[in-house]
């Protein structure tokens, strides 16, 4: 049996954070629940040598999204990522942490501009830390697709990106994530990584636009979903021709899109969605953020790119 570690979560209230303190805490581990609402903020490092006190790993989840009805600023991200990776690194490194495990994005490195360009720094901050870490990449995940309808709906059409997805559920971006804290080689002997960086992801590519369809169908809603583009956008091109796609060493893990929209996970995703019908000010977007995408919206009739 293995033994129980005591594993502190970075976003412990997000998307990927909330599914990981579920599992760990039905393994057995003492898990340390790190964000803001818990009294613990890694930019600003406050609470976080107390929580940090004892821990074996961290799993840094942290999205570095604000909320709210306005895009962050463009340097948000990047300040996030760096206050965070230090801290974590500085104040860890002091509370004896011995090793930690990043969430990261497939194909992150392929972006100058931006969120993916501010997200790929966060994966070099972190590795030339003192603390041995590891990093996984995943793909975008299917809670994505709702929200990137619900934030692109204007009046009875949503305008979502042209894109080459091969997405996979929340929950099983975060059972790899606890694999790897808690795999007893590495925490017996913590290791740097070695390229290539593991990778998860969907167990096929699809099209952002026909998963946007079929949910818009398995909901009943009378939503016409519409493809753009941005040339004008750095990243359209990334987006378009299957740099996000996972690389042939990756993870492939179900369950399909079409297979989760049935599950607890997606009804407790788009339970919420009653806005989609309503018509948005110009300029402004429902819902909040979701852990570091980028998607094309409809803002007052003419597409406008958002960065979280």
């Known amino acids: 049996m293995q033994a129980a570690m005591k594993i502190a979560v970075a976003g412990a209230t997000g998307r990927v954070g909330s599914r990981v303190v579920e599992l760990l805490k039905a393994s057995g581990h003492d898990v340390v629940r790190m964000s803001r609402s818990t009294g613990v903020d890694v930019v600003t490092g406050e609470g976080l040598a107390q929580a940090l006190a004892g821990v074996d790993c961290v799993i840094d989840a942290a999205s570095g999204s604000a909320r709210g009805p306005r895009p962050p600023a463009p340097t948000a991200a990047g300040e996030f990522f760096t206050a965070s990776a230090r801290n974590l690194h500085e104040i860890g490194l002091k509370a004896g942490v011995q090793r930690m495990v990043e969430v990261s994005v497939i194909g992150v490195d392929h972006f100058t501009t931006g969120q993916g360009a501010a997200k790929y720094a966060h994966e070099i901050a972190m590795l030339a830390g003192p603390i041995p870490v590891r990093v996984l990449r995943a793909a975008q995940f299917h809670e994505m697709v709702p929200q990137l309808i619900q934030w692109g709906t204007r009046g009875d059409a949503a305008y979502v990106r042209k ?146």
């Open 163 to 308: 894109m080459r997805i091969q997405s996979v559920a929340s929950r099983t971006v975060a059972q790899a994530l606890v694999d790897l804290a808690t795999d007893p080689a590495w925490a017996a002997s913590p290791a740097r990584p070695t390229l290539p960086f593991p990778e998860i992801a969907g167990p096929r590519e699809e099209n952002l636009a026909d998963m946007a369809r079929l949910f818009v169908a398995r909901r009943g809603m009378s939503l016409s979903i519409q493809e753009v583009t941005d040339p004008a956008d750095p990243g359209d091109a990334i987006y378009a021709d299957g740099r996000m796609l996972a690389s042939p060493n990756a993870t492939l893990a179900g369950p399909l899109f079409e297979a989760w929209l049935g599950s607890g996970d997606a009804n407790a995703t788009t339970r919420d969605l009653t806005s989609l019908f309503r018509r948005c000010n110009p300029g402004t977007r429902a819902g909040g953020l979701f852990a570091c995408r980028m998607f094309i919206c409809r803002c007052g009739g003419s597409p406008q790119q958002v960065s979280f």
